[in-house]
């Protein structure tokens, strides 16, 4: 999952390849989410991805790796979840 967050942060904030990246890198991390047991659209925490898709959408803010941030905590609640 880190590797799909990665590479959807640094094709993001180019512009033209932008439209096609984010959409594609939000479907690769919902599917290897809901394959590893880190569902991001899981009823916990889909409003951290919410936020995530918000913070896509601003152009300046956009510069922050928020797929990786956000896969990050989605990781770790599911770890201490486990515990």
């Known amino acids: 999952m880190y590797v799909i967050a990665a590479i959807g ?29 880190v569902s991001l659209y899981s009823s916990k925490r889909i409003a951290g991805t919410l936020a995530m898709m918000v913070v896509e959408v601003i152009p300046f803010v956009k510069i922050a790796p928020t797929f990786l941030i956000r896969v990050y905590f989605a990781k770790k609640d599911a770890q201490e979840a486990e515990n």
């Open 9 to 37: 942060d640094l094709l993001g904030p180019i512009p033209i390849v932008n439209w096609i990246s984010t959409p594609m890198a939000i479907l690769a991390l919902g599917i290897a989410g809901s394959h590893t047991g």
